[in-house]
């Protein structure tokens, strides 16, 4: 790992704690129809269980480490089908080697301990594979159509900060007990637990977010915080304050960054494709999930939710994917991903068009570049050591 004020001296830029030797890579699982922009574009993917299987092992065969597979409960904003997030990981994994796959998952929805006992036979079967992403949910209509509560954004993660205990808790102790305002959990054992090592104590633990609770959550609770895209100065302002968090909890936090894909051969070809995608939105599924998540986005106290400040432009890629500027040319999208490591970034997150050519591209023709460049700047970390 380099050090903070080696790299800022080095890059003239503002980074956060320690740099990752390797940028690591995932990508959404189409698990939910409509592809990962909501446009009447051609988007060759499919949210069949076949294709998945096919594309898991693809990803893992062309440098991938993570998938993540979305949870939508109700048909709407273009997402008419979707198969459920914990099973369907299960299956990715069962059909894959080494790709970890990340189930998203609502407290309200769960109970903690049914989440933990899944999760562990998952890590079993899998040989350790499996994680968690904590979402805290912004589709109000999903709790109150099942005649689920609908709390107030702080509440909503206030109530992920005690699922994320709660999880932890029983995935590494016996006889459980937690007294909380949400869960009540009275000498719990949970076996056999998942698999543990001294590297990988338990499964891993995501929570996404943009607001001020969320970036609590994820210093105080998770091994990892999901950031929707972002530009260089939203990545620094989002990385310095939940590492400030992780400091005070004597912990570190891992830093995951959403972008949508788009690699050509050209940088006009490129630009092109993302100008198409935009023209051909589907206007009313974007508005509609611009005035719900807006709202959720809205009601925090500070105005800093997810979505808050979205265009409709941003929104068409659903978590503001295109505000990370992975589009152009492999080398432009290699730079721009290594600037993002050097700022602290240890994961992309991927979206594509079509994910099976483009996953297999993006392994030929830019991960390689990205790799190049860390070793390039190893070399001269160590000559100006």
Same mark, same amino acid.
């Given at each position: ?13 503002? *980074? ?15 698990n939910?129809?409509g592809?990962l ?7 060759r *993917?499919?949210?069949? #269980?076949? #294709? ?8 893992e ?11 939508? #409960?109700?048909?709407? #904003? ?26 998203a998952?609502?407290p ?28 805290? %949910? ?8 099942? %005649?689920e509560?609908?709390?107030?954004? $702080? ?12 999880l ?17 959990i ?12 001294? $590297? ?30 972002? $530009? ?26 959403n %972008?949508?894909?788009?690699?050509r ?28 998540? !807006? ?21 068409? !890629? ?5 505000? *990370? ?20 970034? $240890?994961?992309?997150l ?5 994910? !099976? ?21 190893r070399e ?6």
């Amino acid at each position: 790992m380099f050090s903070r004020a080696s790299h800022a001296a080095r890059f003239g830029l503002m *980074t956060t704690e320690n740099v990752s030797d390797h940028i690591k890579f995932a990508y959404w699982v189409p698990n939910v129809s409509g592809g990962l922009v909501t446009s009447d574009i051609e988007q060759r *993917t499919s949210w069949d #269980y076949e #294709y998945n299987a096919k594309l898991a092992r693809t990803a893992e065969n062309n440098g991938f480490d993570y998938a993540l597979s979305q949870v939508r #409960y109700e048909a709407s #904003y273009g997402a008419e089908f979707q198969h459920e997030s914990t099973s369907f990981s299960l299956a990715l994994l069962l059909a894959t080697e080494r790709l970890k796959v990340i189930a998203a998952v609502h407290p309200g929805l769960w109970q903690p301990a049914v989440l933990a006992k899944f999760g562990a036979t998952a890590d079993q079967l899998s040989g350790g594979r499996f994680a968690v992403n904590v979402v805290s %949910g912004w589709f109000k209509d999903e709790f109150t159509h099942l %005649g689920e509560p609908w709390l107030e954004h $702080d509440e909503r993660y206030r109530r992920s900060a005690e699922f994320l205990q709660v999880l932890r808790k029983i995935w590494t102790e016996d006889n459980v007990d937690f007294r909380g305002d949400f869960y009540r959990i009275h000498d719990f054992t949970l076996k056999p637990k998942p698999l543990n090592s001294a $590297d990988r104590p338990n499964p891993e633990l995501f929570q996404g977010g943009n607001s001020s609770a969320a970036r609590f959550n994820g210093g105080h609770f998770a091994d990892w915080y999901f950031s929707n895209g972002k $530009d260089f100065d939203g990545v620094t302002d989002q990385l310095n304050d939940i590492r400030s968090h992780a400091r005070k909890a004597n912990r570190e936090v891992k830093f995951g960054l959403n %972008g949508f894909i788009i690699a050509r051969d050209t940088e006009k070809e490129a630009q092109d494709t993302l100008r198409e995608i935009i023209d051909k939105a589907n206007r009313p599924a974007v508005e509609g999930f611009r005035s719900a998540v !807006q709202q959720a986005g809205a009601s925090t106290s500070d105005k800093r939710g997810m979505w808050a400040d979205s265009t409709f432009d941003d929104l068409v !890629q659903y978590n503001d994917g295109f505000r *990370t500027k992975l589009i152009g040319t492999p080398e432009q999208i290699a730079e721009r991903i290594a600037a993002y490591r050097r700022r602290g970034v $240890d994961l992309i997150l991927g979206g594509f068009l079509h994910f !099976q050519e483009e996953i297999e591209y993006f392994g030929a023709n830019v991960l390689p570049l990205v790799r190049e460049i860390e070793q390039a700047d190893r070399e001269r970390e160590l000559l100006s050591a």
